[in-house]
């Protein structure tokens, strides 16, 4: 079956334009995760969403990220007016429901780059 | 708030020699673990996870990771290290409601020939 999938994989923008990243995950999977890998960090929690809803946002960098989900399937990630600190790999994740001990299955991440 | 740590962001072993990847934590609560792996190119995958089951956990590619509540650690080693082995690897812990994951920096494993 189908993995975890992510568009565009590679993202140069200029400093001040908007993005969106976009996550496809395992059909069927209600949880999703997005996660940014700066260089030669680990993985920064960002945002979890349990079907269309993310019950905690505070793990989003500042107010100009923000993220939705629709139909307990795609999610995108929105990031205005990007600022050069904002480069990145954007990493999503989906596992079945969302439990703590579940597996999580990975995209191949969006790589962006803020000029 | 959970955390990890991972001593060691880059790690060389010959090939054949035993593999040890470290990885301390920080929970409040009894943890889930686990330890992914990025293979060149690719995403991460799962190399094994704790859920309080068994204390030493085996995962794929003849990799295993004790769990030790009085450390505090869950490192992950396997006894002969092979060239295809070469990646980046990630300890992560989850709070017990499945919101939050918290990742390592990430250990390079480098095996010379």
């Known amino acids: 079956g189908a993995g975890v999938s992510q568009s565009p994989s590679n993202k140069v923008t200029e400093k001040g334009k908007d993005v969106e990243l976009r996550c496809d995950p395992i059909s069927g999977h209600t949880a999703l995760y997005w996660y940014r890998q700066r260089l030669g960090q680990g993985l920064e929690f960002l945002i979890y969403?349990?079907?269309?809803?993310?019950?905690?946002k505070s793990g989003l960098p500042s107010d100009r990220f923000s993220a939705e989900r629709t139909g307990e399937s795609v999610s995108t990630l929105t990031i205005q007016r990007t600022q050069q600190e904002d480069s990145a790999v954007y990493l999503c994740?989906?596992?079945?429901?969302?439990?703590?001990?579940?597996?999580?299955?990975f995209g191949p991440g969006t790589r962006l780059l803020v000029l | 708030a959970q955390s990890v740590t991972q001593l060691g962001s880059h790690v060389s072993v010959s090939e054949g020699a035993l593999v040890l990847l470290r990885c301390n934590y920080s929970?409040?609560?009894?943890?889930?673990l686990f330890w992914y792996v990025q293979y060149p190119n690719q995403g991460l995958q799962l190399l094994l996870k704790?859920?309080?089951?068994?204390?030493l956990v085996k995962g794929i590619n003849g990799f295993e990771a004790e769990f030790k509540k009085s450390e505090t650690s869950f490192h992950l080693t396997k006894p002969s290290a092979h060239m295809s082995d070469a990646a980046e690897y990630f300890c992560?812990?989850?709070?017990?409601?499945?919101?939050?994951?918290?990742f390592g920096t990430g250990t390079s494993l480098t095996v010379i020939p």
């Open positions: 994740a989906s596992s079945l429901a969302g439990q703590p001990q579940e597996t999580q299955y």
């Open positions: 704790y859920t309080s089951a068994a204390t």
């Open positions: 969403f349990q079907g269309n809803s993310a019950p905690d």
């Open positions: 929970s409040s609560v009894p943890p889930y």
């Open positions: 992560a812990v989850s709070d017990n409601t499945g919101n939050q994951f918290y």
